[in-house]
C-alpha cells in the first residue's frame, strides 16, 4: 500500500528537493503551504506561495495552503513578546518548531491522510530519536531541540543525509526556478525592518541608562528589550579604545550593562540554569556528561548536567562560554545525537 507523506512547502529549494525525493522513492506526496502571518507588504508570504504553486505544479502533486495566523499569534508570537517584556531574548524559531510545524500543522497533515509529515530541515531521524544533518554548515538540529516527546516518531528528513550543494544541484538538474533562491534569514513576522522600530509598536519604548560592570553611565538606551547578550550593533556609543558589547542586563533598574572588547571577562559564564526542559526521547540520567550549544551557530561545548530539580537544570561546562543569554535555547547533544532543550535562564 503506497503511504503519503505531506510536505511543509516554503516555497524554497530544500523543502522543494524534499518532496521530488519522496515522490521519486515511490510515496504519495501532497505539498502543504502554511500562513503564519497576515500579509503588511514585509513578509513575503505571497511570493513564497507563488514558489510553491510553480514547484507542485512542475512536481504534479496536490497543494494546499492552511492558515495557522491565529495559532501563531497564540502559541509563538504572544511568548515571544512575553519575553521581551521580561527583557529576555526569545527564540520564535524554536517556538514555531515546537508548536506549529511539529504540533499544529502535523494534525493538518493527518486530517489529509498523511501517513507520514517531511520538511526541509537538514537533520536525520531514526526509531523516533533526532541527529544532526550530515552537512554541518547547515544542520538545523538546534532549531528542533525543544519539540515535545514523541513528535518526531512519524516526521522524514529526505535532505539531512545530504549537503546543501547537492540539493540545488537536483533542484537545477530538474529545472526548478527556485535553485538558487536565497535561505530565508532572520524572523520571518519582520522581515527586513528593524528590529527595534518592529518590537516597539508591541512594546513601546522604556529609556534607561548604560552602565558599565563597576556602575558608571556610559550612555542612554531605549529600552532593554530591545538589546540582547552579546549584542555590539546598535548600541551608539562611540569613542576611543575597543567596541562596547552588551554584557548583562538589570532589569530591577533598566539597566543596560555594557563593557568594551568581545572578549571581556563579564561575557563569559561557566554555568546556567535552564527551564522548560523538553526531551526527544527520553531524560537522561543525572548527573550527565554530554555536550550543549547555547546559539545556533557554535561549536559543541562540553557539559555536564549537574542537577534537575523543580524542572530547573544546572549545567556547567568544562570552559566558561561566552554571551550566555537569558531566554534563547540550550540544546543538548550525545555526539551527533539531538537529547532535548531548556530556556536559559
Not at 12 to 23: E, M, N, R
Not at 58 to 85: A, C, G, H, M, W
Not at 174 to 199: E, Q
Request: proline residues 4%; hydrophobic residues 35%; aromatic residues 12%.
Amino acid at each position: 500500500m503506497v503511504k503519503t507523506v505531506v510536505v511543509g512547502m516554503s516555497g524554497g529549494v530544500d523543502s522543494s528537493v524534499t518532496a521530488y525525493l519522496l515522490k521519486k522513492q515511490g510515496y504519495r506526496v501532497i505539498g502543504l503551504f502554511m500562513k503564519n502571518w497576515e500579509e503588511d507588504g514585509t513578509c513575503p508570504a505571497s511570493v513564497d506561495y507563488d514558489d510553491v504553486v510553480h514547484i507542485c505544479t512542475k512536481l504534479d502533486i496536490p497543494y494546499y495552503t492552511v492558515n495557522f495566523i491565529r495559532e501563531y499569534q497564540e502559541l509563538v508570537f504572544s511568548e515571544f513578546l512575553s519575553d521581551l517584556k521580561k527583557g529576555i531574548t526569545p527564540n520564535p524559531d524554536i517556538l514555531c518548531n515546537r508548536e506549529i510545524k511539529f504540533n499544529v500543522f502535523w494534525e493538518k497533515a493527518k486530517e489529509l491522510g498523511a501517513d507520514y509529515l517531511a520538511t526541509g530541515h537538514y537533520c536525520r531521524t531514526k526509531d523516533g530519536k533526532l541527529f544532526k544533518g550530515l552537512d554541518p554548515n547547515k544542520d538545523q538540529s538546534y532549531f528542533l531541540g525543544a519539540v515535545k516527546k514523541g513528535a518526531l516518531e512519524n516526521v522524514l528528513f529526505p535532505i539531512g543525509e545530504m549537503e546543501k550543494s547537492e540539493v540545488r544541484a537536483i533542484a537545477k538538474e530538474l529545472g526548478l526556478s527556485v535553485h538558487n533562491k536565497k535561505d530565508s534569514t532572520g524572523i520571518c513576522f519582520i522581515g527586513k525592518r528593524d528590529f527595534k522600530s518592529f518590537t516597539s509598536t508591541y512594546l513601546g519604548y522604556s529609556p534607561g541608562n548604560f552602565e558599565n560592570t563597576q556602575g558608571e553611565m556610559i550612555g542612554k538606551h531605549d529600552g532593554a528589550a530591545f538589546y540582547t547578550i552579546g549584542q555590539r550593533k546598535g548600541l551608539g556609543i562611540g569613542g576611543p579604545g575597543d567596541a562596547w558589547f552588551v554584557v548583562d542586563k538589570d532589569l530591577k533598574r533598566n539597566v543596560v550593562l555594557i563593557e568594551q572588547g568581545k572578549d571581556h571577562p563579564a561575557l563569559y559564564k561557566k554555568e546556567l540554569y535552564a527551564i522548560d526542559l523538553s526531551w526527544i526521547t527520553e531524560a537522561p540520567p543525572i548527573p550527565y556528561s554530554c555536550t550543549a550549544k547555547v546559539r545556533y551557530r557554535q561549536e559543541d561545548q562540553p557539559c555536564t548536567i549537574e542537577s534537575i530539580r523543580d524542572g530547573k537544570a544546572h549545567v556547567v561546562f568544562n570552559a566558561p562560554g561566552r554571551a550566555i543569554t537569558p531566554g534563547q535555547a540550550i540544546v543538548f547533544y550525545n555526539q551527533d545525537e539531538c537529547l532535548g532543550s531548556g530556556k536559559i535562564l
